[in-house]
């Protein structure tokens, strides 16, 4: 379906028809997921504010640590938005989510890849598992935490990486 935005081809014809409910309820959730973007810079903001006036090493360390995760929220969000209001408007922003049916001649490549990157993603798992064992007690569990969250990274490395393969097969 040459020049037709992604949208439709996700969610059926159905979103193409005139007037249909569904075009309004994409525009309600790119409306939403735009204040959730704008909520969610306010937050990085007061974030980024805390980080650089404490002087205590280890809460701007923490604090740095969330300012990641939220950049990387906001930057997902702001994707997610452009994407949707590209389809809408049948643009192509350049910074909106696109390409997955695009692969040509890399398509094996990146599912082997894949596969291969949801199996390193469990070995280091399982070793972050046995880390935190280990660590506890040290530093008041901030081992513990730290390893807990890369755990939770890898978990979500792990589901991202399945998403991608099970759509490389789909192509």
Same mark, same amino acid.
């Given at each position: 379906m040459e020049g037709v935005p992604e949208i439709y081809t996700m969610y059926g014809p159905e979103l193409g028809e005139r007037g249909s409910p569904e075009i309004s309820e994409v525009e309600r959730l790119a409306n939403e997921f735009e204040a959730h973007e704008a909520e969610e810079g306010k937050f990085l903001r007061q974030y980024k504010d805390l980080a650089g006036t404490t002087k205590n090493r280890m809460i701007k360390f923490l604090l740095q640590l969330i300012i990641s995760d939220? @950049? =990387?929220?906001?930057?997902? /969000?702001?994707?997610?938005?452009?994407?949707? #209001?590209?389809?809408?408007?049948?643009?192509?922003?350049?910074?909106?989510?696109?390409?997955?049916?695009?692969?040509?001649?890399?398509? @094996? =490549?990146?599912?082997?890849? /894949?596969?291969?990157?949801?199996?390193?993603? #469990?070995?280091?798992?399982?070793?972050?598992k046995k880390l935190i064992k280990e660590s506890k007690g040290y530093y008041r569990d901030l081992f513990v935490l730290l390893f807990q969250s890369m755990v939770y990274d890898s978990e979500k490395h792990v589901k991202i990486l399945e998403f991608l393969r099970q759509r490389l097969r789909e192509v």
């Open positions: 939220e @950049e =990387k929220h906001h930057a997902i /969000t702001h994707a997610m938005v452009s994407t949707l #209001k590209g389809d809408l408007n049948w643009t192509r922003p350049d910074d909106a989510i696109r390409g997955l049916y695009d692969l040509g001649e890399d398509k @094996e =490549k990146l599912l082997k890849l /894949t596969e291969d990157f949801i199996r390193v993603e #469990k070995q280091g798992i399982t070793e972050y």
